[in-house]
């Protein structure tokens, strides 16, 4: 089985023209989208929603009244005044996430990073959302009914790579094998120099700099760097919500 | 001083949008082009120039007759059937390129991602085609007046990452020292999970594995992958040449 790796979302656009039928997409957005849906799916909630916009957010619980939305600009949730009218129910840390606020609900969440990576692997055999939380469980899955090929798809942060995606894609490469493409090499050996000390790298990581600068978000970190707390499986289904699988 | 990576040619668009003026950048294409540019150099060609496409390097030689041209497709030195007329001098096999061969003379020679790379780097405050055979003159050249910052740049292949040009931009960072960006941070530690078993490293690579399966360019892996055999620096002039520096 091939393992190929997408380090940077600058490479995502070039997926439009795969064919990506036979391949099994695994996401990675650490700090802080997949590990938060992850989260949510384990503590309950029926279905997440990834949009890239406030507005699409905003749009998507006129329809359906009962829905969540989460999503946070500069680290505060948004407020009415930058959604035209709504206050948000959530910010995007995985601490808020809990079973009783979740539990039967549909959550919106804006994230653009995250979800322009799981955009881009529209047409794949299945688009896995994963994180460090749920690596063991995610491989699996794999594991148990092995796809062709598997793209592990670095989501990033801006146009640049993040280096907590490219670790959890690293340690999935370990746990999964198969021939390594050079960018999948690359990530398995950022994490083997790293795996010793893993919580520790990763918070020396941009993103997870910036969280730690803000007292309400640094605890985030600590958190999205557990290795398989839960053992969830999420998808992305062709509607565009993940759930688990 | 900061220290940013490429890793990806993806990437290279975006440089575009960036004030490098008080940026160092450091070209990366190890199998092979700017291996090749600094043997060239080394062996006392007077420059090379770096170009895209075979109509180009013609078109230079209508201009100054005296100018070597370099350049292959599938991996065998371009013939009179493909540039319109002219049988190419070398390959691109850094091996070819023999002080009695290159002594005094312009070498015009065809790269792709090469090419792209050290374009993408126009407006930087300097701009340097780097290797591992002089990875320790490249960086007593940076140490000797330090820029602002670096920018380490991993030419690839394609649209896709080299391994090599990673090992190479990681040991680099790690010779030069400052702040790793994330990009750095992963290169650097590629470089370090693979520092005590490079060469071997380096075969595994795509590139590797392909002039490694063509018996007349499979000594290039080693060669290219020797360590500070040459003192040269070269950096590209606002004219597109390479030189000493």
């Known amino acids: 089985m091939n393992l190929e790796t997408i380090l940077t979302p600058a490479e995502l656009p070039a997926l439009a023209r795969r064919d990506l039928r036979g391949t099994a997409c695994v996401v990675f957005d650490i700090l802080r989208a997949t590990s938060t849906f992850v989260t949510a799916l384990q503590n309950g909630a029926q279905a997440v929603v990834p949009?890239?916009?406030?507005?699409?957010?905003?749009?998507?619980?006129?329809?359906?009244?009962?829905?969540?939305?989460a999503g946070e600009r500069d680290g505060v949730k948004i407020r009415a005044a930058q959604s035209?009218?709504?206050?948000?129910?959530?910010?995007?840390s995985p601490r808020e996430f809990r079973p009783e606020k979740v539990r039967g609900k549909t959550i919106v969440s804006t994230t653009t990073n995250g979800t322009?990576?799981?955009?881009?692997?529209?047409?794949?055999?299945?688009?896995?959302?994963?994180?460090f939380l749920n690596l063991a469980a995610t491989t699996k899955f794999l594991n148990a009914s092995p796809p062709e090929e598997i793209l592990l798809v670095c989501a990033g942060t801006?146009?640049?790579?993040?280096?907590?995606?490219?670790?959890?894609?690293g340690a999935l490469a370990g746990l999964v094998g198969g021939e390594f493409s050079d960018a999948t090499e690359i990530a398995s050996r950022t994490f083997l120099y790293a795996k010793n000390d893993l919580a520790a790298v990763i918070a020396g990581s941009q993103n997870a700099r910036r969280l730690l600068a803000i007292p309400e978000l640094r605890a985030d970190v600590a958190f999205c760097s557990q290795r398989d707390i839960f053992k969830t499986v999420a998808a992305d289904g062709a509607d565009g919500a993940i759930r688990l699988v």
Not at 84 to 92: H, K, L, Q, R, S
Not at 159 to 168: F, K, P, T
């Open 158 to 169: 801006g146009e640049g790579v993040a280096l907590e995606d490219v670790l959890a894609a």
């Open 116 to 131: 322009r990576a799981l955009r881009a692997c529209a047409g794949a055999k299945i688009i896995l959302a994963s994180s």
């Open 84 to 92: 035209g009218g709504v206050d948000f129910d959530f910010g995007n």
């Open 51 to 69: 949009v890239s916009e406030i507005s699409e957010a905003v749009a998507f619980r006129k329809n359906m009244p009962d829905t969540l939305l």
